[in-house]
């Protein structure tokens, strides 16, 4: 009996806290987050140290920069692609209304 009193308030406990959870919307970071990410995040510098451990500080300097360029077009080719999608969605939307407002049209 306890058993089943206490799986009752789980559950009735997360019917009230997952709409809340919910309601957010948001995907992924925050724009909070992102604003403070950085390309000098930690696991880039930690990689960063291994990929240049050993070598020459000309080298290093040279690894480095090549590293960060890699991440720059790649942070670059996500937002365009994420842009791509934002438009084709946008597209598809507008076709849709279209579609239902020729419908109405030809009711008439």
């Known amino acids: 009996m306890k058993r089943i009193i206490a799986l009752f308030l789980v559950v009735a406990l997360a019917a009230v806290v997952a709409p809340a959870f919910a309601a957010q919307g948001a995907k992924g970071a925050s724009a909070t987050a992102m604003e403070k990410a950085s390309d000098e995040a930690i696991f880039h510098r930690v990689g960063d140290w291994f990929a240049t451990r050993g070598k020459t500080p000309e080298e290093a300097q040279a690894i480095r920069a090549a590293r960060k360029a ?25 076709q849709k209304e279209m579609k239902g407002q020729v419908k109405k049209g030809w009711g008439k």
């Open 70 to 94: 890699e991440r720059t077009a790649k942070r670059a080719q996500k937002e365009a692609e994420r842009q791509k999608k934002l438009m084709e969605k946008q597209l598809r939307k507008s």
